[in-house]
């Protein structure tokens, strides 16, 4: 954890420097390329020793694959081999260093290599492998045309800004940001005219990145005194159940829960600023002419906080990932897109118990709000009072479900979330289950709204 803190730290003094004296008007593409790889390799040896082997030779492998493999198969091959080899080292934590050791956890690098290489794979399939009528608009955006470089390869994978806590980005973003064309791209989305400037702007991150290092510092100061003050284990104290009353214990585990977000508050927001400090994350303007620093970000802290539905909640924790899993896994499967994508969600974490009843209890609950959201929700829609009492409902049994849903990935093996569940009376699991039964459920399938993105662009292309 020291040794993380430390070169999260030095990555951000470095990303000033990079962003200052290795930018695109003082430096090659390839300059900054070979500086940010390297440095991204001094980094995972100095926090991992030896353990950084293993993240050096999936990527080895993979650009292999990426060579030799046929378009049409490549982001198979990859993701196979990428999600293979990260499923060996999670199961190496657990039987060969007891549930994992922090100081040999390697697993979090290798889990955000894993996104990028399947990202890439996918992104080079979609940009070589196939036609451009038959892509979303999204994923015509993010095709890539050629296989790129070694050294353009190494540099998207192992760059400081994201080895040690990510976040994934999408390879054409990184590329643009690097050859010095990410920020102009955006700004270029914008009639400056109108709003009376003579030239482009130039947008600095500089107060992006002290707003997110106060947020990192605040975040900080919870961990260290509410984190360990409100531990998740006590809700499945013998006396703590044998004296609490049901109410009072969802009660306290909104609160353990609550506890328990800092450190992940803390990791993301300093990795972002981390990116924003080098010049990496613009996301162009919004409705009020303000710059934004939010292309990589992993959280909307306020939206999570405040969420009133669970996809709502979903959407804004871990945004990358959710991004990642959206376009390797929910697009792109023929059927049962959910499940499949909380089965994937779950290998990825790792093959602790826990995170397999969080993503299979995940799957239940989320289709089990999106049936209430569709057969209820416009009920509530005809006056502002009615409106105010569905949000707060909502909010208190969103915020529940969530830690109702979390508690097993906290405590990762399988007896303390049974007894957990048990203490509770599933609820959850037999609420879902009842309103999937009562409830009519009209899902819309996957292919259909495929077709139906299909014809939308098709629609704007005739246009």
């Known amino acids: ?43 995972a040896v100095f926090c991992f020793g030896w353990y950084s082997i293993h993240l050096f030779v999936l990527v080895m492998m993979n650009y292999g694959i990426m060579n030799m493999a046929s378009i049409p198969n490549i982001h198979r091959y990859s993701f196979v081999v990428a999600m293979g080899y990260l499923t060996l080292c999670h199961i190496s934590r657990i039987y060969i260093f007891h549930y994992g050791i922090l100081t040999t956890d390697f697993s979090g690098p290798l889990m955000i290599i894993t996104q990028k290489i399947t990202t890439l794979a996918c992104q080079l399939h979609d940009g070589i492998g196939r036609q451009a009528e038959e892509l979303t608009a999204e994923q015509n955006r993010l095709a890539v045309k050629s296989r790129p470089s070694l050294l353009e390869y190494l540099s998207y994978l192992l760059n400081f800004m994201s080895i040690i806590a990510g976040p994934c980005s999408n390879y054409k973003d990184y590329i643009a940001f690097i050859e010095g064309r990410h920020v102009h791209m955006k700004l270029l989305e914008v009639n400056w005219k109108q709003k009376g400037y003579d030239r482009l702007p130039d947008p600095s991150p500089t107060g992006a990145v002290m707003y997110k290092l106060f947020i990192t510092l605040v975040s900080l100061i919870l961990f260290l005194t509410l984190t360990k003050n409100f531990p998740m284990a006590y809700i499945i104290d013998n006396e703590f159940l044998d004296k609490t009353p049901f109410l009072s214990r969802l009660g306290y585990l909104y609160v353990v829960t609550q506890a328990a977000k800092p450190k992940y508050y803390f990791a993301w927001t300093l990795a972002d600023a981390v990116n924003n ?68 969600s779950a290998l990825w974490h790792g093959i602790y118990p826990g995170y397999y009843f969080t993503f299979l209890t995940g799957i239940l609950i989320t289709l089990a709000a999106r049936a209430i959201r569709n057969n209820c929700r416009h009920y509530f829609l005809s006056s502002v009072p009615l409106k105010i009492a569905y949000d707060i409902v ?64 098709n629609s704007v292309k005739s246009k």
């Open 1 to 43: 954890q020291i040794n993380f803190v430390a070169c999260q730290l030095f990555a951000l003094l470095a990303a000033f420097w990079f962003r200052i004296y290795l930018s695109p008007s003082h430096a090659s593409s390839a300059v900054r390329h070979a500086f940010a790889t390297l440095f991204g390799i001094y980094f």
């Open 277 to 344: 400090a080098a010049g990496y994350g613009f996301s162009g303007v919004d409705e009020r002419g303000t710059f934004r620093w939010d292309l990589l970000s992993n959280l909307n802290i306020w939206n999570i906080e405040t969420a009133t539905s669970f996809k709502m909640y979903i959407e804004n924790w871990n945004i990358q990932t959710a991004a990642w899993l959206k376009r390797v896994c929910y697009d792109r499967a023929p059927r049962y897109p959910t499940a499949l994508t909380f089965i994937l």
């Open 394 to 457: 909502t909010w208190v049994v969103t915020q529940l479900a969530v830690c109702y849903t979390v508690a097993p990935f906290v405590m990762l093996a399988v007896e303390p979330t049974i007894k957990f569940y048990k203490s509770v009376y599933f609820h959850m699991h037999i609420l879902s289950i009842l309103v999937l039964l009562l409830l009519p459920i009209r899902p819309q399938t996957h292919s259909l709204r495929r077709a139906q993105n299909q014809a939308m662009m």
